[in-house]
């Protein structure tokens, strides 16, 4: 059997800083230069950021969206898929990754945090959340080498 490719959700805040947008940016980009996958809630802010860092690096971006139209997608997503069940895709969000990739963000990256511990998924705080379970980053660098350490144990599984 083929392997899969890697997918990598990054979640954050949909009303972000400058700062904020530039480490989504990066993380993105990092996530493209990879060769993952990027899935994120295809609308703005942290999301978008990631979406547009990931497709500058030549990398693919799936949308997991709240409503039902496609066209609420952010312009940087390659496949969006609309779900109508809102905040409920939170879940879908957190347990279709490989590896979480967490930002600053309000309640619902907190959900997704939590969801993506319960399902047992990797997730690299980058957000400053100190939530048990979670894997501390201080930076992009350092989040990019835990998730090379994290893809090798995933294709040696």
Same mark, same amino acid.
Not at 48 to 73: H, M, S, Y
Not at 96 to 114: H, K, M, R
């Given at each position: 059997?083929? /392997?899969?490719?890697?997918?990598?959700? %990054?979640?954050?805040?949909?009303?972000?800083?400058?700062? %904020?947008?530039? &480490?989504?940016?990066?993380?993105?980009?990092?996530?493209?230069? &990879?060769?993952?996958? @990027?899935?994120?809630? *295809?609308? *703005?802010?942290?999301?978008? +950021? !990631?979406?547009?860092? +990931?497709?500058? !690096?030549?990398? #693919?971006?799936?949308?997991? &969206?709240?409503?039902?139209? /496609?066209?609420?997608?952010n312009?940087?997503?390659?496949?969006?898929?609309?779900?109508?069940?809102?905040?409920?895709?939170?879940?879908?969000?957190?347990?279709? !990754?490989?590896?979480?990739?967490? @930002?600053?963000?309000?309640?619902?990256?907190?959900?997704?945090i939590c969801?993506?511990? %319960?399902?047992?998924?990797? %997730?690299?705080? &980058?957000?400053?959340?100190?939530?048990?379970?979670? #894997?501390?980053?201080?930076?992009?660098?350092?989040?990019?080498?835990?998730?090379?350490? @994290?893809?090798?144990?995933?294709?040696?599984?």
């Amino acid at each position: 059997m083929r /392997k899969q490719k890697i997918t990598i959700s %990054v979640i954050g805040g949909s009303s972000i800083s400058a700062r %904020v947008e530039d &480490l989504a940016e990066s993380v993105g980009r990092m996530i493209g230069e &990879l060769g993952c996958v @990027l899935v994120c809630g *295809g609308l *703005g802010g942290a999301m978008e +950021a !990631a979406a547009l860092g +990931a497709k500058k !690096a030549g990398g #693919i971006t799936i949308g997991i &969206l709240p409503g039902k139209d /496609k066209r609420d997608a952010n312009s940087h997503i390659d496949i969006a898929l609309p779900t109508s069940i809102g905040y409920a895709r939170n879940t879908i969000v957190a347990c279709s !990754a490989d590896i979480i990739v967490a @930002l600053p963000g309000s309640f619902g990256t907190n959900s997704e945090i939590c969801y993506g511990l %319960v399902y047992g998924r990797p %997730v690299i705080d &980058l957000g400053n959340w100190n939530i048990e379970g979670m #894997i501390d980053a201080k930076n992009v660098a350092d989040a990019e080498e835990k998730i090379k350490k @994290l893809i090798k144990k995933i294709h040696n599984a």
